[in-house]
């Protein structure tokens, strides 16, 4: 991210740690971060899920790290929350993000190429409400590229120069404050948030690079910039300066706001869902190892044969003195495996209406009579949200506009397609095939069907592919396995 506009002022080496510094969070940051671990974890897959480790996979009584870590590697994870995510933050972008109203000239161009980094208004706009499904909130900055101060506002309209707008991950703005204005309102007057930048490193040859991590200071009318030590947890201030934005240009995207700055994820419900399918279903498969395998069970041998051992083979004969002895096979009853079975099929029953829920329509009539005739004025959370990222990329261009000495046009406006959801009669349909599903009375493929003929998921989705994208197959296979286990007298600890 460049420098705010216009000048900076020179390097200043004074070093402040963490606990009480620059890149010290508020509080209020902290009590989000919980909620965000999980979020992140399940957006990273399998991998991440097993680098997590025992923070979502608990090591049993008496488990052995040696165990616990060939249980951990053969966990996987089904990406209901993962998938989830994806479809609904592709709806609103299945069509191009419109504007109405003519754009001061110098903004002209930041439609097709928003950031300076070739992404267009409508990637732009989905990757901030990406964010606001995953974290319940997203950011915008507005910025503009460092001039030095030596250009007019004239000069720079004639070279091109203009604002434009970046994203800053939820997690990375660790700290804001706010002054009360006379309306009541709250107007923001600092922000704090981490860069990350690949720099080259000197003396280790053409390629050698380093990440290293910053900390900006964004206020009204200055700003600075922190560099954090190697090695350490201080920061150093490395430059700082003024720009000609009378406030902070940040515009905040709410999806499920909890207080000024801060939300909850709102499908949080769905990723601890997710999470106890990850659970439940690394048990399945610790158990379908050992049910897999008979154990060899021996009584009445003495020591010396005992010591002897015993070779299993087609060709081998095991004989003892004892005519008491005996040697057989315990092999698991099957019932544990049943039981988990129908827990990972209720799971991902649950997970899929919560994944809906979004998209049903609502209104504010309780009655059935009066949602009947209401149903012109239904909308669901999703059509709620792209209304509040439509506003939230209006106030984005004001700032910009402001920015550059001008106003934003009176009829400009942001446009984003929100034709969609789930009726509320297709929600009772939708409730009756999950039943039926839940059932066994159709198959998944059936049921994805009957979810697309209703319009909740789009044509061009093929069906099967989405049941080999989630897993089905492989619970199928393991399904299969299971009704193949020998059920037996054993009840031990495999179950």
Same mark, same amino acid.
């Given at each position: 991210?460049s420098n705010l506009?216009?000048?900076h002022?020179?390097s200043?080496?004074?070093?402040?740690?963490?606990k009480?510094?620059v890149a010290?969070p508020?509080d209020?940051?902290?009590g989000?971060?919980?909620?965000?671990?999980l979020?992140?974890?399940?957006?990273?897959g399998?991998?991440?899920?097993?680098?997590?480790?025992?923070t979502?996979l608990?090591m049993?009584?008496r488990?052995?790290a040696h165990?616990?870590?060939n249980r951990l590697?053969?966990?996987y994870?089904?990406?209901?929350f993962k998938?989830t995510?994806q479809?609904?933050?592709a709806?609103?972008f299945s069509?191009p993000?419109?504007?109405?109203?003519d754009l001061?000239e110098?903004m002209?161009?930041?439609?097709?190429?928003?950031?300076?980094?070739?992404?267009?208004?409508t990637?732009?706009?989905?990757?901030?409400?990406?964010?606001?499904?995953?974290?319940?909130?997203?950011h915008?900055?507005?910025?503009?590229?460092m001039?030095?101060g030596?250009?007019?506002?004239g000069a720079?309209r004639?070279?091109?120069i203009?604002?434009?707008?970046?994203?800053?991950?939820?997690r990375?703005?660790?700290?804001?404050k706010?002054?009360r204005q006379?309306?009541g309102?709250?107007?923001? !007057?600092q922000?704090?948030?981490? %860069?990350?930048r690949?720099? +080259? *490193? $000197?003396g280790e040859g053409?390629?050698?690079?380093e990440?290293n991590e910053?900390?900006?200071?964004?206020?009204?009318k200055?700003?600075?910039l922190w560099?954090?030590?190697?090695d350490s947890?201080?920061?150093?201030k490395?430059?700082?300066g003024?720009?000609?934005?009378?406030?902070?240009p940040l515009?905040?995207?709410y999806t499920?706001?909890d207080?000024?700055?801060?939300?909850?994820?709102p499908l949080e419900?769905?990723a601890?869902?997710?999470l106890?399918h990850?659970?439940?279903?690394?048990?399945q498969?610790n158990?379908?190892r050992?049910?897999?395998?008979g154990?060899?069970f021996?009584?009445g041998?003495?020591e010396?044969e005992?010591?002897?051992?015993v070779?299993v083979g087609?060709s081998?004969l !095991?004989?003892?003195?004892?005519? %008491?002895a005996?040697?057989q +096979? *315990? $092999?698991?009853s099957g019932r544990?495996?049943?039981a988990?079975?129908d827990?990972?099929?209720?799971?991902?029953?649950?997970?899929e209406?919560?994944g809906l829920?979004?998209l049903?329509?609502?209104?504010?009539?309780?009655?059935?009579?009066g949602?009947?005739m209401?149903e012109?004025r239904t909308?669901?959370?999703?059509?709620?949200?792209?209304?509040?990222?439509?506003?939230?990329?209006q106030?984005?261009f004001e700032?910009?506009?402001?920015?550059i000495g001008?106003?934003l046009?009176d009829?400009f406006?942001?446009d984003?397609?929100n034709?969609?959801?789930?009726s509320l009669?297709a929600?009772?349909d939708?409730?009756?095939?999950?039943t039926?599903?839940?059932?066994g009375?159709?198959?998944?493929?059936?049921?994805?069907?009957e979810i697309?003929?209703?319009?909740?998921i789009?044509d061009?989705?093929?069906?099967?592919d989405?049941i080999?994208?989630?897993?089905?197959?492989?619970?199928?296979?393991?399904?299969a396995l299971?009704?193949q286990v020998?059920?037996?007298e054993?009840?031990?600890?495999?179950e």
């Amino acid at each position: 991210m460049s420098n705010l506009r216009r000048n900076h002022l020179p390097s200043i080496g004074m070093p402040l740690g963490m606990k009480d510094g620059v890149a010290k969070p508020t509080d209020a940051y902290y009590g989000m971060l919980p909620k965000w671990q999980l979020i992140d974890d399940l957006m990273g897959g399998t991998l991440r899920m097993r680098e997590a480790g025992r923070t979502w996979l608990p090591m049993e009584d008496r488990e052995t790290a040696h165990n616990y870590d060939n249980r951990l590697q053969r966990s996987y994870l089904y990406g209901a929350f993962k998938d989830t995510i994806q479809k609904l933050s592709a709806k609103p972008f299945s069509k191009p993000v419109a504007t109405s109203g003519d754009l001061p000239e110098q903004m002209q161009d930041m439609i097709d190429n928003i950031d300076y980094r070739k992404r267009d208004l409508t990637q732009f706009a989905r990757l901030i409400f990406e964010d606001g499904l995953k974290y319940g909130v997203g950011h915008v900055l507005v910025d503009f590229p460092m001039t030095g101060g030596n250009l007019s506002l004239g000069a720079e309209r004639a070279y091109g120069i203009r604002p434009y707008l970046c994203r800053i991950a939820p997690r990375d703005l660790i700290a804001w404050k706010t002054e009360r204005q006379a309306d009541g309102s709250e107007k923001l !007057i600092q922000i704090r948030f981490i %860069e990350r930048r690949t720099e +080259y *490193v $000197e003396g280790e040859g053409q390629f050698g690079e380093e990440v290293n991590e910053y900390i900006r200071v964004i206020e009204p009318k200055r700003w600075e910039l922190w560099k954090k030590q190697a090695d350490s947890e201080e920061y150093f201030k490395v430059d700082e300066g003024v720009h000609s934005f009378d406030g902070v240009p940040l515009a905040t995207f709410y999806t499920a706001q909890d207080d000024y700055m801060t939300a909850n994820p709102p499908l949080e419900d769905l990723a601890w869902l997710n999470l106890a399918h990850w659970q439940s279903l690394s048990d399945q498969r610790n158990i379908l190892r050992f049910a897999r395998i008979g154990i060899l069970f021996a009584s009445g041998l003495d020591e010396e044969e005992i010591e002897q051992g015993v070779t299993v083979g087609a060709s081998q004969l !095991i004989s003892s003195t004892n005519p %008491e002895a005996k040697l057989q +096979y *315990v $092999e698991h009853s099957g019932r544990a495996i049943g039981a988990g079975e129908d827990d990972l099929k209720r799971l991902e029953d649950r997970m899929e209406v919560l994944g809906l829920q979004p998209l049903v329509q609502t209104t504010g009539n309780n009655t059935a009579t009066g949602r009947a005739m209401d149903e012109a004025r239904t909308h669901s959370n999703i059509q709620s949200w792209i209304r509040g990222l439509e506003n939230t990329l209006q106030t984005a261009f004001e700032h910009a506009s402001e920015w550059i000495g001008g106003t934003l046009p009176d009829d400009f406006a942001i446009d984003i397609f929100n034709d969609f959801g789930v009726s509320l009669s297709a929600t009772d349909d939708v409730k009756a095939l999950i039943t039926m599903k839940q059932a066994g009375l159709i198959q998944h493929q059936t049921f994805l069907d009957e979810i697309k003929r209703r319009g909740i998921i789009a044509d061009q989705i093929d069906a099967q592919d989405e049941i080999e994208a989630i897993g089905e197959e492989a619970l199928a296979d393991m399904e299969a396995l299971a009704l193949q286990v020998p059920i037996e007298e054993d009840e031990g600890d495999d179950e």
